[in-house]
């Protein structure tokens, strides 16, 4: 099996009322993979003058966390489907 980078996400658990929502988000493009806001637009403004370039884009994954359930269950299918999906990302993030 290839060895696969980590993946740096920000991970936040939102709450209204009894519903609750884990959230995995993070901004990709040009091979980075950025958690930090102003970091992506630092990139942003720096590829506009070095590449001519000034997309990107922002990546959420969201699962729905039934009452009663265990947050690990959530995370587990959250990475689940990165494990699944995310090889086929490049295809519709600019690179």
């Known amino acids: 099996m290839p060895t696969v980078a980590p993946l740096n996400v920000n991970r936040v658990l939102m709450q209204m009322g009894e519903h609750q929502q884990l959230v995995y988000y993070w901004f990709q493009g040009r091979g980075r993979n950025i958690t930090n806001e102003y970091m992506a637009k630092w990139y942003i403004f ?34 689940g489907f990165l494990a699944d999906y995310y090889s086929m990302f490049p295809t519709y993030i600019p690179d």
Request: glycine share 6%; aromatic share 6%.
């Open 46 to 79: 720096w590829d506009s003058i070095t590449r001519n370039r000034t997309d990107g884009a922002l990546v959420r994954l969201v699962t729905y966390v039934p009452e009663g359930s265990d947050i690990a269950d959530a995370e587990a299918r959250l990475d």
